[in-house]
């Protein structure tokens, strides 16, 4: 087997043959552990293997596949979960936009109508409050920026 590493700026690329022993004791350690060839071959190069193989046995590496493919079912159930009230959580936000804006269009109305009728003032500073909040959205995340 041949392999061609492509390198960086110092070297173009550098090919290693491998015998053909060398490649069937690669190829059945990526059998026994789960990985590809490539990916065999990537470990080696790069030198991330352990030393102590001593303590490392088969059914402990199936036992931990099985907890990540478990927690990566989880992780999409939860996901399935999530994205259905992210999108309903964002059209209320634009709902509660829509109601402030309405809102602040009464209260202005409804101010011109008490001076014209000369009704004493009234203080609509918590929902002038409340309408300053659903309407100033910053930029990050689209929520209410907090003041």
């Known amino acids: 087997m041949k392999v061609i ?3 960086g700026k110092r070297w173009k690329r550098l090919t290693v043959e491998i015998p053909p022993e060398v490649e069937g004791r ?12 490539v990916d065999v071959l990537k470990i080696l190069l790069k030198g991330d293997f352990l030393e102590n193989r001593e303590g490392i046995r088969r059914e402990d590496v199936d036992e931990l596949q099985r907890k990540v493919f478990s927690l990566e079912r989880e992780l999409y ?8 009230l992210k999108f309903k959580a964002y ?4 709902d509660n936009r829509n109601l402030s804006i309405q809102l602040a ?28 909040y659903y309407l100033s959205f910053d930029k990050s995340g689209g929520e209410p920026s907090s003041e």
Do not use: C, M
């Open 5 to 7: 590493v492509k390198g």
């Open 26 to 37: 690669l190829r059945k350690l990526a059998n026994d552990y789960g990985f590809t060839l």
């Open 77 to 84: 159930e939860l996901e399935g979960k999530w994205s259905p």
């Open 91 to 94: 059209y209320l936000a634009l």
């Open 105 to 132: 269009a009464i209260i202005a109305q409804n101010k011109r109508l008490r001076k014209k009728l000369g009704l004493p003032k009234r203080d609509y500073s918590e929902i002038e409050g409340k309408i300053h």
